[in-house]
């Protein structure tokens, strides 16, 4: 059964104010309170989130702000820049 992350939408009790985690089935519907003071809740975490945010890991803006250099393959083992503060081609011949 997969482990879903709430935390309270506004004023909850301790547990919700800090999120907790519940272990549901995927068939049951998300909880929209908290178990133990009944404030709203939403859930944080589903797999839609996590391929969201790997792809804003690896967008060409994140790369550059963290410092790294990315290529593109432009044929012939060439390689052109798309950003960072690498050599603007690389090659594959000397
Ligand atoms: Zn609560």
């Known amino acids: 059964m997969p482990l879903y ?13 800090a999120g907790f985690e519940v272990l549901q089935s995927v068939d049951d519907p998300p909880l929209e309170k ?19 945010s790997t792809r804003d ?12 250099t990315q290529y593109k393959k432009a044929g012939g083992g060439h390689y052109e820049k798309t950003t960072g503060d690498g050599p603007p081609l ?5």
């Open 5 to 17: 992350e709430y935390k309270s939408d506004g004023k909850g009790c301790e547990h919700c104010e």
């Open 57 to 68: 890991v690896l967008s060409t803006k994140n790369l550059a702000r963290h410092g790294f």
């Open 90 to 94: 690389i090659s594959r011949d000397p």
């Open 34 to 52: 908290c178990p133990e003071c009944g404030a709203p809740c939403r859930r944080l975490f589903s797999s839609f989130a996590a391929i969201k």
